[in-house]
């Protein structure tokens, strides 16, 4: 649309919250319109907010000059006595620390419902696996702090003994084109629409982060992180609309890098000055989506999200090329994140997810087991009760310090041995027999997602620890 920041600055939004939102919202809902029409919409916006509140794309601009705007400052909260209450599945495997920290979040005053899911367990504030909506706030410990880690899906045209009869040049490939773990980057330039997003100018935060942004631009996180090539197995009338039968693909999980974990440190931090809450729920401190750190940090939040999947994006296509391999269908989803959505009919609130995969009617998702057991392509049911959500994952049985002191090198190798699964990378940390059965987890979930396909991992890379 060509909307740059000096025309908002003209018409008066001198504010970098409100900038960003303005883009925002002209980048997702002005394809079509003049540069003069966008103009003359955001100037009524300013001028008279009260008339647009409750408008489906303005509304939230709007609510930013809103007298109801509040300034930031402290205050204390006490809990509910009794939480509300809240579904569970898989409640049998599901261990009692992380029962508990969901009860606490449920004891928040501003939470409105809640769902535990199969794959759940102990986390920091919010349990792994754990679903929360809450009224028109937004706890960053509860989006968690790898913001926006996601899976991501990619169905190759190559015949399945792909991965057989080039299981080197796969092998020198994840080598190559990944790269994992805090420091370094990858060798070669990458690119992206999402580092030219105006975002980053808006905060200096953002614009202290570019730089690591673009630095670490197609790289993997440390711990459960990975770049697995295998086989998938589709059912017929499959959510990606390809025929019954096996094909190649490339399977990854990971986040917003070094971008996300800056951004959940520093508004954690402004969460817990302004609300003040028992010692033993400091942690879901949580921020007004009508303050402006509120909406900085959700600001804040989506771009990391979307850097996430730009990070998978280049994973993806840089490997594809590398082999010479054609994409012929994608699906990907995050499972750390806060969405606005309507849970009830008429009823919005804001719910986070950290560690469960969005599952509304029709959705496709991606339910992982680990290195060496089956990983779902699901469609999602859209159940109500579970806050329209499903596991992301097996979860863990065992912390990976256990694991480390359980397991050794030589019980790992033979394990993905009798798998026949290829690891680069990795440790006895993400041992297979640390998570919980995933097939377990899958039947405690079938009323809350279907399977339309099965994920076998062939050729792991993770992050060597």
Known sequence: MGIRLKDLSKLGYTNNVARSLAVAIVNKHCK?????????????????????????????????????????????????????????????????????????????????AGALMPDAHAGYGLPIGGVLATDHTVIPYAVGMDIGCRMSLTVFDAK???????AHQTKVALKEYTHFGMDGG?????????????????????????????????????GNHFVNFGELELEADNTLQLPAG??????????????????????????????????????????????????????????????????????HLNLA???????????????????????????????????????????????????ATPGYLVCGKGVRESLFSASHGAGRAMSRQQAQSTFTQSALKKFLAQAGVTLIGGSVKEMPLAYKDIERVMRA??????????????????NKE
Not at 208 to 222: E, F, I, M, N, P
Not at 451 to 460: A, E, L, N, S, Y
């Open 32 to 112: 079509y319109e003049s540069k003069e029409e966008i103009l003359v919409r955001l100037a009524n916006v300013l001028d008279n907010p009260e008339a647009y509140k409750k408008d489906e794309v303005w509304g939230k601009l709007a609510e930013h000059f809103s007298p109801t705007i509040i300034e930031r400052k402290f205050q204390v909260y006490d809990l509910r006595e009794v939480p509300l209450m809240h579904q569970t599945y898989g409640n049998k495997f599901i261990e009692s620390s992380a029962k508990q920290q969901m009860e606490l979040a449920m004891r928040l005053p501003v939470t409105l």
């Open 160 to 166: 399945p003994d792909f991965l057989k009869r080039y």
């Open 186 to 222: 990858l060798e070669f330039t990458q690119e992206h629409e999402v580092l030219d997003r105006e975002e980053f100018r808006l905060t200096p935060l953002l614009q202290k982060l570019h730089g690591k942004a673009v630095r670490q631009l197609g790289t993997s996180g440390q």
């Open 246 to 315: 096996n094909y190649v693909a490339l399977l990854s999980h990971s986040g917003s890098r070094g971008l996300g974990a800056a951004i959940a440190q520093h508004y954690s931090f402004l969460a817990r000055e302004s609300c003040k809450l028992p010692r033993e729920a400091q942690h879901f401190a949580w921020l007004d989506l009508h303050s402006e750190e509120g909406q900085a940090y959700w600001m804040s939040m989506n771009l990391a999200g979307d850097y996430a999947r730009a990070c998978h994006e280049r994973i």
């Open 321 to 371: 090329k590398a082999l010479g391999l054609i994409p012929i269908a994608n699906v990907s989803n995050h499972h750390n994140f806060a969405w606005e959505e309507e849970i009830a009919p008429g009823n919005f609130a804001i719910v986070h997810r950290k560690g469960a995969t969005p599952a509304y009617e029709g959705q496709p998702g991606l339910i992982p087991g680990s290195m």
């Open 445 to 462: 979930q079938e009323n809350l997602v279907e399977i339309q396909g099965r994920f076998m991992p062939r050729i792991v890379r993770m």
